[in-house]
């Protein structure tokens, strides 16, 4: 009985729902889950593709690669007792699919485990993308990010972790528009929270390593739009503000604080700036990004998310670090007003002096703060 339900589930996983559309901006993703007893697993199935055999083929290689057909069996064996859960993020850019798996509970054994898959395809051919095709020098690139992780990464660590080796580069990875995540074996990277660790890398941080040709993987899923500041940039900057959320960070103006926290897990103790709180959550996505809310009370529970920080990464040409006051203001024009932060002002702000840019767009605004240099060193969302 269960061996017939689980070929049955297997074969889902290989089955495709068309959405119409015959390009590669018509390719849709759908989430589905499967629940059985305490346990659940939740997988991607594309569709929209015009070549449907090459799309049954992608199918296939995302199931295999994310293991999902042995996690769907697993759900079966817990039955008796156990739980499993099995999450993913990552989806559709351009004609380029990317997907990072989280299995986390008793994945091997009873005892609490969390492991990492991924999938990383060319929708054109359906090859899988190797991490050599991101780069115009494959071993130049490793050696930039071991230094980065070594220089940058490793100093944030904390000295509670059971697992804290950053180097060698593990072999998983996946790939969103802003930057790249290196997803880590537990046995080598853990979180305070006993998960497998992964790295978020902005794509500006190894910018000069990139392969951004015309027709390359990362030109193919928008990653040269991050980098360069241009005057496209203007409308999608303006976007973003508007919709309250920043590209690849999974939260959006308004969000409830606490349920925030209990998914991801505080990394530090909040701590207070002028106006309210800043929350450091775990997670390579909370890589130096802050969540601002109120100070009303000692309790967060009805709180909600107030401000998004972002001090690392890029958005839109915005590049944390490189991007200078007078390009964004080429781009963006003056602003609706700009405020010197001294000393005091930022420190009580939980910043570095020098000056910060205000812009309206819908509803939220958007504050670029620079150094005395006038280099970019915070972009900030707020209601």
Known sequence: MFRKWICLLSAVLLSVTLCGGARAEGITVENRRLEMGESAVSYPVLGGMEDTALQEAVNRQIAGDGKFPEYLARMSQLLSGGSLQVTWTGGVMGDVFSCAVAAEGAVESLRPGYVWTWSNVDLLDGHEIVFSELFT????????????????????????????????????????????????????????????????????????????????????????????????????IARMTEEGALPDIPVTLGDSLKELTDRAGLLIDPDIYDGGRMFSLEGAAFRDVFLLTDYLSERWDDSRVSGIRMDRGCVFGLCVGSTRREEWRAVLGEPENSVIFDGERAEAGRTVPGSCDYYRFGEHQLRLHCDEDGVLTSVILTE
Request: a negative charge; charged letters at 25%; proline letters at 4%.
């Open 137 to 236: 020098d494959e071993e130049a690139a490793r050696a930039a990010l071991e230094e980065i992780l070594e220089w940058d990464v490793a100093p944030e660590l904390s000295a509670h972790l059971l697992n804290s080796e950053l180097v060698p580069l593990p072999e998983g990875f996946f790939l969103e528009r802003s930057g790249l995540t290196l997803l880590y074996p537990l046995e080598q990277l853990s979180t305070l929270h006993d998960r497998a660790g992964a790295v978020r890398i902005g794509w500006n941080e190894i910018r000069d390593m990139l392969n951004l040709e015309e027709g390359s993987i990362l030109s193919r899923i928008g990653a040269g739009d991050m980098v360069e500041l241009t005057e496209a940039s203007g409308a999608e």
